[in-house]
């Protein structure tokens, strides 16, 4: 695992995102890797400038196929209700 500081701002809830950590790649994301913020759950991609932007159509019909990104928002909505209790 490795983490990489980055200001970028979550497209969805506008959260800064700081910090990109990746498991088992380069920590520093391209254009086209996908982020999750750990805020509000948005999925984006990376643009040219290192930007988060929403998925396009194609990207997010794609997601939708991840069985990686389906156990990351499960996880994600178990810790969500933990801290809610």
Same mark, same amino acid.
């Given at each position: 695992m490795s983490t990489t500081e980055l200001d970028a701002h979550c497209?969805?809830?506008?959260?800064?995102?700081?910090?990109?950590?990746?498991?088992?790649?380069?920590?520093t994301p391209g254009p086209g890797d996908i982020?999750?913020?750990?805020?509000?759950?948005?999925?984006?991609?990376?643009?040219?400038?290192?930007? $988060?932007?929403?998925?396009? $159509?194609?990207? /997010?019909?794609? /997601?939708?196929k991840s069985i990686e990104l389906q156990k990351l928002t499960q996880a994600w909505l178990q810790v969500k209700e933990e801290k809610g209790k």
């Open positions: 497209p969805h809830c506008g959260k800064l995102q700081e910090l990109h950590t990746s498991i088992g790649r380069p920590a982020s999750f913020c750990f805020s509000c759950g948005g999925i984006s991609t990376y643009n040219e400038d290192l930007q $988060l932007v929403h998925l396009t $159509l194609d990207q /997010m019909e794609e /997601m939708d």
